[in-house]
């Protein structure tokens, strides 16, 4: 995941820097770069050995040769607008691609009707970053850039519902449990047969 959100932040500040007046794009991203990066070298410095290589190499391959790619194909077969186009398109699919990661978690909580898996801060600021960035799209009309976060809105608008409507749903089925389990306890505890055969002999 760090490294899918490196290469989305790489390609938003590209975006940001090849299409006129998208410069808070590219400010933004490039933070975004800043602290991918020292996340993913922490990662690398203290995970498990074969977790390391793995991480290694998928960020070698989505963060490098991808972005690479990216670049050297779009400077060499497009100019202006198409050029900035196929990029936000890029970055689009693959924020649209993040922004639904949470939907089997959705449906965990619709199924176990229990927000335990679903943080409300992380749900929280996917809606507000996904507002926001929407709003900024709507006032610089800019519809590459509001696709994606209004997906995102959206989806983060449900996430806060869904956990309105089952905040307390964790409680009530721990309580249903424990009532359960207390049902199918014995009152009495049996004796143990062996030990209660010794007895009756010896008597």
Known sequence: ????????????????????????VATVNGFGILVETIYI???????????????????VILDVVIFAAAVVTTLLALQGDSRSGAVGIMGAGLNIVMYSSPLS???????????????????????LNGGVWLLYAV???DVILGVPNGTGFLLGTIQLVLYAIYRNGGKEVSKNRLEEGLQHEPLISQPNNESYQREHRAT
């Open 105 to 127: 978690v959705m449906k965990t909580v619709v199924t176990t009707k229990s927000v335990e898996y679903m943080p409300f801060l992380l749900s929280f600021f996917f809606f």
């Open 139 to 141: 006032l610089v009309r």
């Open 1 to 24: 995941m760090p490294s899918i959100t490196l290469l989305n932040c790489f390609l938003w500040t590209y975006y940001g820097i090849i299409k006129a007046g998208e410069y808070l």
């Open 41 to 59: 070298i922490l990662f690398l410095i203290y995970a498990p050995k074969g977790i390391r290589a793995r991480t290694a190499i998928l960020a």
